[in-house]
């Protein structure tokens, strides 16, 4: 099958690198020459506008946010000229961004009026995970496509077969909510230890013998305890993921209070300028 994919961030990097590792044909799209040349000395084909990507029989995406994705394929403002406009009935839209139930239908409905398969498989951990082909992938949309896809998503992660379009992206969405709840309480209560006298790195060995054990702890606390905030899941990008979360849960008819209240100490992190650091750094916003 002839692959394009968009979307060569960190985690979209090495899913497309397996796709190649696969033996499968690829064209991909970057703005970064460095990027485009390492693609292309591992045989991908380079295209030079993301118009060239529909001509494929399966697309691709790995983008930051839904808006990225809907743009993508539908067209700036929803015009109708993105890539479903130019891709052939009978082709797959492949989306592995971490976007919301209700963006997800939306664009399995567009691409089947254009006679596109939809299939979502959101990444469900790291590019570290990717890079090894061991990144779960939660996956749902038309039954026809999953089966001509699964060989290869087992060639370049674990797939998990949740069926439907809401499913796919409810787990990974959960997964956050809950990591980032537990990150949030993990930050507070290093703080209260503080005013207790006691340093985090001298809480934490405590603490990981207890039931407050988690894996936030056993990660990102050290990391708390080290003042070592460099990224490798933003401030933004947990704010982002808690937004979507809390907005899927009331569209359900479920009030969120507990993950609502984690996300406004994300907010409050991202208003003090650490947006950008590790989202561990909502450990000095918990003051």
Known sequence: MRFSFLGLGNMGAPLARNILL???ELTV???RPECAAAF????????TSV???????????CLPLPEHVREAVLGANGTGEGLYAAMGPGSIHLEFSTIDPATANSLAAAAGAKGVAYVQATVGKTPQMAMKREEPLFVGGNRAAVGTLWPLLEKIGQPHD??????ACAVKLLSNMIGMANLAVLAEGLRIGQAAGMKPDALLPLLQDTGARSFQMDVRGPWMAADDFSPRFAVDLAAKDLRLGCAMARAWGFKPRLTEDALGMFKKAQAEGLGGEDACAVFKAAN
């Open 22 to 24: 696969a033996g499968e």
């Open 29 to 31: 799209f970057t703005r």
């Open 40 to 47: 292309a000395a591992e045989g991908a084909t380079v295209a």
């Open 51 to 61: 118009q060239e990507l529909a001509h494929c029989d399966v697309l691709c995406t």
């Open 162 to 167: 949740v069926e439907n379009v809401d499913a």
